[in-house]
C-alpha cells in the first residue's frame, strides 16, 4: 500500500501560507497584482482563467482580467503586453495558452518582462534555472517538487527518471530535481527500454500525455510515482499517465488523478505572483 500524496491538502496549505504573507505585505503597503489575458474563448482556457481568478480573490491577490476577442493581432496582443510590462502596479502577467494560430505563443512569451513572467515561460526564466540563478519556475514542476519535500520524500542522490521532455513539464521537472542533488534521467518517445529505466527510479515522474501508460511493470517497488497527467478515460472519468490502480499496490508513494499533481499548479503560480509582488 502506498502512501497517497494529497495534493489538494498540500496546495490547500500553501494557499494559507500565502494568505497570511499577502496580508502582511498589504499591511506594509504593498498590494499584488496579476494581469491575466485571454485571447478567444476556448471553454478549457475559461475554467482554467476562473479558477486563477478564484485563487487570487481567496489570497487576497487583485487580478486584472483581459478577455480578448479570438480575432485580436498580435500586434494588438503584444501592445497589451508592453502596457503591462511597463505599469508599476502590475507584478505578474500571465496570457493563457493556447493562443489562437493566427498569433505567435513564441513571440507572445518573449513580449513578457521577465520579472513579470509567473508563468516562467521566458527564454530568460528558463535559462536561469538551467544555470542555478533566480528567477520564475514553470509551475507544474515546481509544484510536484513541493509534493516531495512536504511528504519528507528525499530528492538528494536519489534515481529520477522524467519521463516526458515538453518545455512547461519535463525539461523543467529534470533541471529541478537535478537542482534538488537528484540523479536524473529524462525518457521521451524515441528512449529504447524506457521500461528498464524506469525500473531503476526512486522517484518516477511521468508526463507523456498518454492515459493509463505507465503500469507496474514499469515501477521499482517502493518507488515513488508522481503522475502529472490528466485525462478523461473511456467512462469519462478523470485519469493520469499512471495506470493508478495496478501501480499503487507496488509503489512507496504516489499521486492520484485528480487530486495530486493538478491542485499545485495554481498554488505554485500563486506563490510566483507573491514573488513578483516583493522582489519588484
Ligand atoms: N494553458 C494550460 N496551462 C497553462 C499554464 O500553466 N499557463 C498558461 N499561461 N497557459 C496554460
Not at 476562473?50 to 501592445?79: H, M, Q, R, V
Not at 513580449?111 to 515561460?121: E, Q, S, T, Y
Not at 499521486?255 to 507573491?274: E, F, Q, R, S
Request: hydrophobic share 40%; net charge neutral.
Amino acid at each position: 500500500m502506498a502512501k497517497i500524496i494529497d495534493g489538494k491538502k498540500i496546495s490547500a496549505e500553501i494557499k494559507e501560507e500565502l494568505k497570511i504573507k499577502v496580508q502582511k505585505l498589504k499591511e506594509e503597503g504593498t498590494e499584488i497584482c496579476l494581469a491575466v489575458i485571454q485571447v478567444g474563448n476556448d471553454p478549457a482556457s475559461t475554467v482554467y482563467v476562473g479558477n486563477k481568478k478564484k485563487a487570487c480573490d481567496f489570497i487576497g491577490i487583485k487580478s486584472l482580467a483581459y478577455e480578448l476577442p479570438e480575432e485580436t493581432t498580435e500586434e494588438e496582443l503584444i501592445s497589451l503586453i508592453d502596457k503591462l510590462n511597463k505599469d508599476d502596479s502590475v507584478n505578474g502577467i500571465l496570457v493563457q495558452l493556447p493562443v489562437p494560430k493566427h498569433i505567435s505563443e513564441d513571440k507572445i512569451i518573449k513580449a513578457i518582462d521577465p520579472k513579470k513572467d509567473v508563468d516562467g515561460f521566458h527564454p530568460a526564466s528558463v535559462g536561469a534555472l538551467s544555470i542555478g540563478q533566480k528567477g520564475f519556475v514553470s509551475c507544474t514542476p515546481a509544484g510536484v517538487i513541493q509534493l516531495l519535500k512536504r511528504s519528507n520524500i528525499e530528492i538528494e542522490g536519489k534515481n529520477c527518471v522524467v519521463i516526458g521532455r515538453s518545455n512547461i513539464v519535463g525539461k523543467p521537472m529534470s533541471m529541478l530535481l537535478l537542482r534538488e542533488n537528484g540523479t536524473v534521467t529524462i525518457c521521451h518517445s524515441k528512449t529504447k527500454n524506457i521500461k528498464d529505466i524506469c525500473k531503476q527510479a526512486d522517484i518516477l515522474v511521468v508526463a507523456i500525455g498518454k492515459p493509463k501508460m505507465i503500469d507496474s511493470s514499469y515501477v521499482k517497488e517502493g518507488a515513488t510515482v508522481i503522475d502529472v497527467g490528466i485525462h478523461r478515460d473511456e467512462n469519462n472519468k478523470l485519469c493520469g499517465d499512471v495506470l493508478y490502480e495496478d501501480v499503487e499496490p507496488i509503489a512507496g508513494a504516489i499521486t492520484p488523478v485528480p487530486g495530486g499533481v493538478g491542485p499545485m499548479t495554481i498554488a505554485m503560480l500563486m506563490n510566483n505572483c507573491v514573488e513578483a509582488g516583493i522582489n519588484k
